[in-house]
């Protein structure tokens, strides 16, 4: 089959379900800016990544007729022609309960053609993957479908509570990943910690290295070979046996906040993965049911010198039970 074509053409077969021949895809601003082989492995959902990079390497992937790395980034307006392949069946998209749409609907803290930042519930799982058929963005493009572009801009724990943001638009996307990597967006969390916390512990300095055990499970670690991480604490309020402290990270690792504080001798409550069991068990029986975590606030700065975004989420009232019914020092 020939790759010339007319616009025309390129619509209809874009429309087409990949794997049963030839087909061309239009770039939209939703995917500008993405490198190919990470588009290929969305649009051919259950091919595995060694055949992505092999039809991208023998050539049979092109962009307006030519061949590209798979590094190349896609601009708007690019053709791409996609070679069939042979695709696995796609599962039917799972609903969004009533309860699940109720929730996140009246948990978005602000929202504009280019970013939604929501106060996530604890027990839901940013995204599906290990076991979990549904996370938050994948019930959010349920619940939105006419939103072409829809990802998550960071992530927090499955049992982490708070502000998460989700971008619209993928320049938007590109963006706020440029602002968390050189350290603009100001993430602040609240944490209730076993013990006393020391006036004096103000910053934690920790590498911290990434292990997945047999089970599948990840686990962190301080380890001379992990990355250079830091933590900011101050208190917030004191209890007997208890510290609320808020933490802001000045790294964006994985399981950070937990390691650190467990790092200085003060785990996080209701942390059944790095917890003091004894610590948790005591405050289980004062009605804490759930890891003691919560992204209390963002403060993002806009493209083209617009105002800052300020966001903040209050405590579940779980959590806050929990802390009016300690006694303070």
């Keep these: 089959m ?6 025309d053409k390129a619509e209809k077969s874009a429309s087409s379900k990949p794997g049963n021949g030839v087909s ?3 770039v939209t601003d939703a995917h500008a800016g993405q490198r190919i082989d990470n588009f290929l492995l969305r649009h051919l959902k259950g091919v595995p990544k060694s055949k992505i990079y092999r039809i991208v390497r023998k050539g049979e992937v092109r962009v307006n007729k030519g061949r590209v790395k798979a590094e190349y980034k896609l601009c708007e307006g690019d053709v791409i022609r996609v070679p069939p392949v042979r695709v696995a069946e796609e599962k039917a998209r799972q609903g969004v309960s009533e309860s699940l749409h109720q929730l996140l ?3 978005i803290l602000f929202e504009d053609d280019r970013l939604m930042v929501i106060n996530k519930p604890s027990g839901l799982a940013v995204h599906g993957g290990s076991g979990i058929n549904q996370g938050l963005i994948e019930a959010l493009r349920v619940m939105r479908p006419e939103l072409r572009f829809l990802e998550l801009v960071h992530r927090l724990d499955r049992d982490t509570s708070g502000c998460i943001m989700i971008a619209k638009k993928r320049s938007m996307l590109r963006y706020l990943h440029e602002q968390l990597r050189t ?7 609240l944490a209730l910690v076993a013990g006393r916390w020391p006036n004096r512990r103000k910053l934690v300095k920790a590498p911290l290295l990434k292990n997945t055990l047999r089970s599948g499970e990840r686990m962190v670690n301080v380890s001379p070979e992990g990355k250079q991480s830091t933590t900011e604490f101050a208190i917030v309020e004191r209890y007997p046996q208890a510290t609320l402290v808020e933490a802001k990270p000045i790294t964006g ?3 950070q906040i937990r390691v650190h504080a467990l790092h200085v001798g003060h785990p996080l409550l209701g942390d059944d993965k790095y917890g003091d069991q004894q610590a948790c068990q005591n405050f289980k029986q004062k009605g804490l049911k759930r890891l003691f ?4 606030s963002l ?5 083209e010198d617009e105002k800052d975004l300020t966001v903040s989420a209050a405590l579940s009232p779980e959590l806050q039970s929990v802390l009016e019914n300690l006694p303070t020092e």
Excluded: C, Q
Aim: aromatic share 10%; no cysteine.
């Design 105 to 107: 609907t009246s948990s």
């Design 2 to 7: 020939t790759d010339l074509f007319t616009k």
């Design 183 to 189: 350290g603009k967006v100001d993430k602040r969390y």
């Design 253 to 255: 690792r994985t399981h």
């Design 299 to 303: 403060r993002v700065p806009m493209p």
């Design 24 to 26: 061309f895809v239009e």
């Design 293 to 296: 975590l919560h992204a209390a």
